[in-house]
């Protein structure tokens, strides 16, 4: 039977492994709706886009910080 320091380094390790594939999935997310807005409402700046890929970037952002401050917070305990 595994040890609890072993499990909970194992669970850290794969929300650590997590963290990028969330992040790449809210970005692409974001910008696959700004292409179909500018679309749908013939931006020719594509404005749609760059807007909410930022929006998704700093959603992203956000989400890797609380996600780590959690894991510091479990890791001190």
């Known amino acids: 039977?595994?040890?609890p320091q072993k499990k909970k380094q194992r669970n850290?390790?794969?929300a650590l492994?997590?963290?990028p594939i969330q992040m790449g999935i809210i970005?692409?997310?974001f910008s696959q709706l700004g292409q179909w807005l500018d679309h749908k409402f013939l931006n020719?700046?594509?404005l749609y886009v760059k807007i909410l890929t930022m929006v998704g970037v700093a959603?992203?952002?956000y989400n890797i910080a609380r996600?780590?401050?959690e894991i510091n917070k479990s890791e001190e305990e």
């Open 12 to 14: 850290k390790w794969l």
């Open 59 to 61: 959603l992203a952002f």
């Open 17 to 19: 492994i997590n963290i």
């Open 44 to 46: 020719k700046y594509n």
């Open 67 to 69: 996600q780590l401050k």
């Open 27 to 29: 970005v692409f997310l």
């Open 1 to 3: 039977m595994e040890s």
